[in-house]
């Protein structure tokens, strides 16, 4: 595991093979482990594969300023690339709030990035379509109830993390099961502060006043339309497929779409190789 120092914070990253740079982002309830089955095959492809754990997912430092807002996010990224690639753009590859992060970082920083792939998460103004849609409120009940100060912090942990095993169980195909790594997971989310950086995310998600006011520019340059080659992907069993499958209006460089049969949110660990496929043919 190396450490990087960006954006005033102390990243841990795993670091597999040599070459181009390809930068995995994690999402929720999730840590940088989530990329173990596509490290090695980007490895054995001759990619240099790097996934750090984000703001707050220890073994990377959590703020002392509580700033989790996705100009602050996407920042992150940015310090990450400039320090790895000394200058060069690197590939970008994001699930979940790592998808999030990552069209707020091609929006905003297009010379840093070669080509992405974006998975399992829509565009944000297909989230800000899917906010009216009953389907989907309820699909994202855990964005509102994460809004509310403290319970939140007291369910997860309960009944040892059962709130994660219900998410896991929830947003994946039947019959997957994932146990050794949602342990893992539940590990880093049990170690002091980062429930409530993992939490931060979505309170500053929803209320532009955890923003930190000195980005507010990178807020600007984040709505801009995306010209970076993008791939998005999404399991053919997850109700966001939905809002991924025409969201062309907010790319002008080259865009495609690809659904993974038979997988859910956590497409890349439910078919990896199925997943693995797509994203090599892409970075080639």
Same mark, same amino acid.
């Given at each position: 595991?190396?450490?990087?120092?960006?954006?005033?914070?102390?990243?841990?990253? @795993?670091? +597999?093979?040599?070459?181009?740079?390809?930068?995995?982002?994690?999402?929720?309830? $999730?840590?940088?482990?989530?990329?173990?089955? +596509?490290?090695?095959?980007?490895?054995?492809?001759?990619?240099?594969?790097?996934?750090?754990? @984000?703001?707050?997912?220890?073994?990377?430092? *959590?703020?002392?300023?509580?700033?989790?807002?996705?100009?602050?996010?996407?920042?992150?990224?940015?310090?990450?690339?400039?320090?790895?690639?000394?200058?060069?753009?690197?590939?970008?590859?994001?699930?979940?709030?790592?998808?999030?992060?990552?069209?707020?970082?091609?929006?905003?920083?297009?010379?840093?990035?070669?080509?992405?792939?974006?998975?399992?998460?829509?565009?944000?103004? +297909? *989230?800000?379509?899917?906010?009216?849609?009953?389907?989907?409120?309820?699909?994202?009940?855990?964005?509102?109830?994460?809004?509310?100060?403290?319970?939140?912090?007291?369910?997860?942990?309960?009944?040892?993390?059962?709130?994660?095993?219900?998410?896991?169980?929830?947003?994946?195909?039947?019959?997957?099961?994932?146990?050794?790594?949602?342990?893992?997971?539940?590990?880093?989310?049990?170690?002091?502060?980062?429930?409530?950086?993992?939490?931060?995310?979505?309170?500053?998600?929803?209320?532009?006043?955890?923003?930190?006011?000195?980005?507010?520019?990178?807020?600007?340059?984040?709505?801009?339309?995306?010209?970076?080659?993008?791939?998005?992907?999404?399991?053919?069993?997850?109700?966001?497929?939905? @809002?991924?499958?025409?969201?062309?209006?907010?790319?002008?460089?080259?865009?495609?779409?690809?659904?993974?049969?038979?997988?859910?949110?956590?497409?890349?660990?439910?078919?990896?190789? $199925? *997943?693995?496929? +797509?994203?090599?043919?892409?970075?080639?």
């Amino acid at each position: 595991m190396n450490r990087i120092h960006a954006n005033g914070l102390d990243f841990a990253c @795993l670091e +597999q093979g040599d070459g181009p740079i390809v930068l995995l982002l994690h999402g929720f309830p $999730d840590n940088a482990h989530s990329w173990s089955y +596509q490290m090695p095959a980007l490895a054995d492809a001759g990619y240099r594969a790097v996934a750090p754990f @984000l703001r707050g997912y220890s073994p990377t430092e *959590v703020p002392s300023n509580g700033f989790y807002g996705i100009a602050t996010l996407a920042t992150d990224i940015a310090e990450i690339i400039r320090t790895l690639g000394h200058g060069k753009p690197v590939h970008l590859v994001g699930q979940d709030w790592g998808a999030i992060i990552g069209y707020a970082v091609i929006a905003a920083f297009p010379e840093l990035i070669n080509r992405a792939v974006v998975a399992a998460v829509p565009h944000s103004g +297909q *989230v800000k379509k899917s906010m009216l849609d009953v389907r989907h409120i309820q699909r994202s009940f855990h964005w509102w109830f994460f809004q509310v100060a403290e319970l939140p912090e007291k369910a997860i942990v309960e009944n040892d993390f059962a709130f994660i095993d219900y998410l896991w169980d929830y947003w994946t195909s039947t019959g997957f099961s994932d146990t050794a790594h949602i342990a893992d997971v539940k590990k880093t989310l049990s170690e002091p502060g980062v429930l409530d950086a993992a939490l931060g995310y979505y309170r500053a998600m929803l209320d532009t006043n955890k923003d930190d006011p000195k980005l507010a520019h990178v807020h600007e340059l984040i709505n801009r339309k995306i010209s970076v080659p993008t791939l998005a992907l999404c399991g053919a069993d997850d109700m966001r497929a939905e @809002l991924m499958t025409n969201q062309d209006e907010y790319f002008t460089g080259e865009y495609r779409f690809e659904l993974i049969p038979d997988a859910g949110h956590f497409l890349h660990r439910e078919k990896p190789n $199925d *997943v693995n496929r +797509q994203i090599l043919d892409w970075l080639k």
